[in-house]
């Protein structure tokens, strides 16, 4: 079935007592068994819960993978599919990474639990320079954020599987509508399902999707024993979200290609991240990669933070507020804001400007949002 279908009815079919349309909300601590050591298949809601279950299904279908786990954050997803290396592992990540996966990283790191080297993946010489016999992994995000740097996958697995290294990408900027990047050979697929996927901004939740079997049940053994797993109700409110992103990544999309086009004629801008622009340096790649171009798009504005800072207090339409992905539009200051955790000269070498702003369009009328853009520029 084509995923738009399938974003309305996987995994969703589950209630055997009234065959309801939506799936019920299991909001239950726990469930009784039938015998000693005989379960309904469900015992406890940390290791199993309907609800989240129909979650995980549609997602692991949607992403191609063996089976996924939704986690309380997208944070939390992230740290469970750290949670599956040995002390010691040593792990390449993407220079503009997150800002919270570069802080979890970098605290990982102190402690002496993981090895990171945070680098461009996209430069193969130094990533090949950058393996070591401890290297596990390799950490990307495409279009990465906040620059909307676009990687190679199918090229990146390849040197990684060559190495035996899997490979994690973090598709919160995408979705998997947009993007599968377990059809370039990726291991793990990461969520920030508070973004696009539930989209309506009231929901903290992520998910890690397995591409096979064995590294499905690492995932489920690591959000089992550390607990971070998603709520019943946060499940199901993800899930009805989902019902609509293909209509709402079709407005994102729209709306973000006119605020770009209107951007890069702006004589106040001087540089515009969008990777359907065909200047981006990434376009012909992601034109390959991925199925659309996605929300995202990021610019430095002429006059430096002084001006930046006008915009982001002028802005009206746009909200000044952390996040992204959400029906409302928002404008975010990386510097001060998503990547904060990252040290001054750390960012600037990852090419992160404190003159750099993020918008995250929304699917209000193209018009208001240029509007309110052509007046926070004036
Ligand atoms: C927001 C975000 C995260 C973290 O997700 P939370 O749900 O805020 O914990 C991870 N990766 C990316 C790309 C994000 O945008």
Redesign the pocket.
């Known amino acids: 079935m084509d995923p738009v279908t399938r974003l309305v009815h996987a995994g969703q079919d589950i209630d055997r007592a009234y065959r309801s349309i939506t799936p019920p909300i299991y909001q239950t601590s726990t469930f009784r068994f039938e015998d000693v050591g005989a379960t309904s298949g469900y015992e406890y809601t940390r290791l199993g819960n309907p609800t989240r279950h129909a979650l995980e299904a549609l997602l692991a279908e949607l992403e191609g993978g063996a089976g996924a786990v939704a986690a309380?954050?997208?944070?939390?997803?992230?740290s469970i599919a750290l949670a599956v290396f040995e002390a010691g592992a040593h792990l390449l990540c993407t220079r503009d990474?997150?800002g919270?996966?570069y802080r979890l990283l970098h605290h990982l790191q102190r402690q002496g639990k993981l090895e990171v080297t945070f680098l461009d993946l996209t430069d193969a010489n130094a990533r090949e320079q950058a393996v070591k016999p401890t290297t596990r992994a390799v950490w990307v995000?495409t279009p990465s954020?906040p620059l909307l740097r676009v990687t190679d996958l199918a090229e990146l697995t390849a040197f990684a599987h060559a190495r035996g290294l899997i490979v994690i990408a973090?598709n919160?900027?995408l979705s998997p509508l947009l993007q599968r990047p377990m059809d370039f050979g990726v291991d793990l697929v990461?969520?920030?399902?508070?973004?696009y996927l539930n989209g309506h901004a009231d929901v903290?939740?992520?998910a890690v999707v397995a591409r096979t079997e064995e590294l499905h049940r690492a995932i489920q053994f690591a959000a089992k024993a550390g607990g971070a797993v998603q709520a019943p109700f946060d499940a199901w409110l993800v899930l009805r979200g989902m019902k609509t992103l293909h209509l709402r990544m079709a407005a994102h999309e729209a709306n973000a290609r006119a605020v770009a086009e209107f951007l890069a004629r702006h004589p106040q801008v001087e540089h515009v991240h969008y990777p359907g622009l065909e200047s981006h340096p990434g376009h012909a790649l992601a034109r390959r990669q991925q199925r659309g171009f996605g929300g995202m798009v990021s610019f430095t504005v002429r006059g430096g933070l002084a001006e930046a800072r006008k915009v982001l207090q002028r802005a009206r339409v746009f909200a000044l507020a952390?996040?992204?992905?959400g029906v409302e539009s928002l404008i975010g200051h990386p510097a001060t804001m998503?990547h904060a955790a990252m040290p001054p000269e750390y960012r600037q070498a990852a090419g992160i400007d404190d003159h750099l702003l993020r918008l995250s369009v929304g699917i209000e009328a193209k018009e208001d949002l240029i509007a309110d853009l052509e007046q926070a520029l004036a």
């Open positions: 309380a954050s997208g944070m939390a997803a992230i990474c997150y919270g996966t995000e954020n973090d919160t900027f990461v969520h920030s399902t508070t973004k903290v939740g992520g952390e996040s992204l992905g998503s």
